[in-house]
């Protein structure tokens, strides 16, 4: 497909054909060759024909080949006039990260490393069809799905000051259980506190490098600080709930008045019975995840308190933030001059509010909202801030991670006669694992250049970088 | 040869034979738990029948292998064999063939967590039918 350079970081997919905007992928000159062969370009062109759909369909620079949306991919549509659609937000709703400072340096934890590993292995559940130690009954599961980390603070698993260093508060108000089908339900039930498999992972790293100092001193964050970060959705939850409704808007697809030119892309107009469904259901599982996430940090806590040897002041466990990676919100944007409500769909991208901004925390607002990007499990994590370019070019949108550039297939096979544990604790990175491939499939070649993609939105300015984060121990999935 | 894999960069995809539509369906469907276990060590403990309706061949493929992955992810049970009844374009009708996993007799090779309807295809290649699918993991 045709690029046409607009600068260094940015290029345009020219409105052809049934396009009613254009596209823009944002994008480093050594990165563009291979997005030009994947089949994300022909995704970004494909959003563009949806109705609704205002000033570009935007990708980050992690773009890579999703089904129907690119992953990495940014769409806002009119609140009145736009469509919803459950591939534009992914499977795995709310699928985020959130990163957490303790008072411990890296050399206090350098050597206790194997056991809080260990530790977290044994106490985080994790992989396949994994069950947590959370039982829930359906009652309770709706409280859940109503509140969020809330859920999670009021019996014990965390406190206040969590909430409010989670995006949204950890709770999207407009969540309605009575949206969700028995079959996500049931699914929900079993999965409260479990980490899930994939690319999922809770990670022990420390502060490398400060870029930017006043902004970090407002996070919180100090060279050689032990850190944590973790990475979850929605588990069965969300995935089923994404299942049921692809299904409901794929039938009626028909019905809408438009062609589409992927089926993933069904969708259902915003203002419609199907699409404010899908909007409070979606809510639901994006509570889930946040309250997953809160939990699954409260677990972390206590492993590490457990395994230093020291309370919790002492440990000074701090959530820093907590960002969603697959959402839609409803918010306001200035488009042309004017104020328009919009339905901003982030499939594999993550909000990045500006300094100034009222939806970013009180302890924030002065540096803007703190954004969290993970690498693969060999390199480096980041931690930026929005800007205000961002809230005028990508809707307050930025990356979200590394993306991978291997397919699984082929990943094993470079794996293949490689001990990837080993390789990795040359470098002073312990591993643990449940699944049989995981490691295979998730090694640090399989993951583009996390570096590289931060370069690429920093030099955009569309976020700033606050700090550089190194992997010490890693538990997947 | 029933399937093979296809390679995708960030999740699994699968390309199914069959001699006619009833048998590339069976196929599909021993292919999805064939990535999920080794399916020859399976017993066919319990049977049930599934009825799956669809607004063409792909609709009817995705639905299909929907219904049956939730058999593992929503109940925990693996399936065996899934033996196709009847099968038109719309609807069809199948034995399906199962048993509840137990970590101390099985092995789950990786998770399936959704069947997308991503570059789904089902067509007729000279006396093959084929059909492509690609999971999400």
Partial sequence: ?477 | MKYKLIDHTADLGIEVYGTGLSELFENAGYAMFDLITDTNRLNALSETTLNITGEDWPDLMVNWLRELLYFWTGRGLLVKIADIVSISEYALSANVKYEPYVPERHLIKRELKAVTYHQIRVEQKDAIWEAGIIFDV
Wanted: net charge positive; aromatic share 6%; glycine share 12%.
């Fill in chain 1, 1 to 477: 497909m045709e690029l046409i350079k607009i600068d260094e970081y940015r290029w345009e997919v020219p409105k052809t054909g049934q396009m009613r905007v254009p596209g823009i992928i944002y994008a480093g000159e050594s990165m563009i060759e291979s997005i030009k062969q994947e089949e994300a370009v022909k995704q970004v062109a494909n959003v563009a024909t949806l109705p609704g759909i205002i000033r570009a369909s935007l990708a980050m620079p992690d773009i890579h080949w999703g089904y129907g949306f690119p992953i990495g991919g940014v769409a806002a549509f009119d609140w009145e006039t736009g469509i919803i659609s459950p591939g534009g937000v992914g499977y795995d709703i709310n699928c985020g990260v959130r990163l957490a400072t303790t008072l411990l340096t890296e050399k206090d934890v350098r050597g206790k490393l194997e056991e809080l590993v260990n530790a977290m292995h044994r106490d985080i559940p994790s992989g396949v069809g994994s069950t947590g130690s959370i039982k829930l009954t359906y009652s309770e599961e709706k409280k859940v799905l109503k509140e969020g980390s809330k859920w999670a603070v009021r019996h014990g698993m965390g406190d206040e000051s969590d909430i409010e260093h989670t995006e949204d508060f950890g709770c999207m108000q407009n969540a309605d259980p009575d949206t969700l089908s028995d079959k996500a339900l049931e699914r929900g039930l079993r999965q409260l506190g479990t980490l899930g498999s994939g690319n999922h992972f809770v990670e022990i790293g420390m502060v490398e490098k400060i870029y930017d100092p006043d902004t970090a001193r407002v996070f919180g964050l100090f060279e050689g600080q032990a850190t944590l970060m973790l990475h979850s959705g929605s588990r069965g939850l969300g995935y089923q709930l994404c299942d049921d409704f692809l299904a409901h808007m794929t039938k009626n697809v028909k019905k809408l008045g438009f062609e589409i030119p992927d089926r993933q892309l069904a969708c259902s107009m915003i203002q419609s019975d199907a699409g404010i469904r899908y909007f409070n259901a979606m809510a639901c599982a994006a509570n889930y995840a946040w309250a997953n996430r809160q939990i699954l940090m409260h677990r972390a806590r206590e492993v590490f308190q457990k395994v230093i040897g020291i309370g919790p002041r002492n440990l000074g466990m701090n959530l820093v933030y907590d960002v969603c990676h697959n959402i839609a919100k409803k918010e306001t944007h200035i488009v042309d001059g004017k104020k328009r409500t919009v339905c901003v769909h982030r499939k594999g991208a993550t909000r990045a509010f500006p300094p100034g901004h009222e939806s970013v925390c009180e302890k924030y607002r002065a540096v803007g909202q703190p954004i969290l990007v993970p690498g693969d499990m060999g390199r480096a994590s980041y931690v930026l801030a929005g800007t205000e370019k961002a809230m005028t070019e990508t809707f307050g949108s930025t990356c979200h991670g590394a993306g991978r550039v291997l397919s699984r297939t082929a990943a094993l096979k470079k794996s293949k006669g490689r001990s990837i544990q080993r390789e990795l604790e040359e470098k002073g990175i312990h591993v643990r694992w449940t699944g049989r491939s995981t490691l295979g499939e998730e090694m640090p070649e399989a993951y583009k250049d996390v570096s590289q993609v931060v370069g690429v939105v920093h030099g955009a300015g569309i976020s700033r970088k606050v700090a550089k984060l190194r992997p010490m121990a890693v538990l997947k999935g």
